[in-house]
């Protein structure tokens, strides 16, 4: 079983920069793939992004360039660097955990966390 813990969400103002952490309990965590996960309000959860224990990421189309996932194996940490913010960045970012990277991916991940919201202001 793996448990993650969100945090770091917030208000900001468009431009501006956060950085969520999420938690991860269990001894295996260094061999999952951890991601990233939004939803706005009236709209699907979208892929935001994924680091396997490789290190190696993928990101969604619209936070290339503005984003970064990183992990600390040590910490049993995962964390996603946001800059550059706009207003359509506003969501309930979700915390994501499974061995299988492409599961991650398509939103199909066993283990997630309750959320952390995020409001970008214009």
């Known amino acids: 079983q793996v448990q993650l813990v969100e945090s770091g969400g917030g208000l900001v103002q468009a431009g501006g920069s956060l950085r969520l952490s999420c938690a991860a309990s269990?001894?295996?965590?260094?061999?999952?793939?951890m991601g990233w996960f939004r939803q706005a309000p009236g709209k699907e959860r979208d892929f935001v992004a994924v680091?396997?224990?490789?290190?190696?990421?993928s990101y969604g189309d619209s936070v290339k360039g503005r984003f970064t996932i990183s992990r600390d194996n040590a910490k049993n940490m995962v964390y996603l660097q946001m800059n550059s913010l706009k207003p359509e960045d506003t969501a309930v970012y979700y915390c994501?955990?499974?061995?299988?990277?492409?599961?991650?991916?398509?939103?199909?991940?066993?283990?997630w966390g309750q959320g952390t919201q995020v409001t970008v202001s214009s």
């Open positions: 269990g001894r295996t965590f260094s061999s999952y793939a």
């Open positions: 994501a955990a499974d061995p299988r990277s492409d599961y991650v991916i398509k939103g199909a991940s066993d283990f």
């Open positions: 680091i396997r224990w490789t290190g190696s990421t």
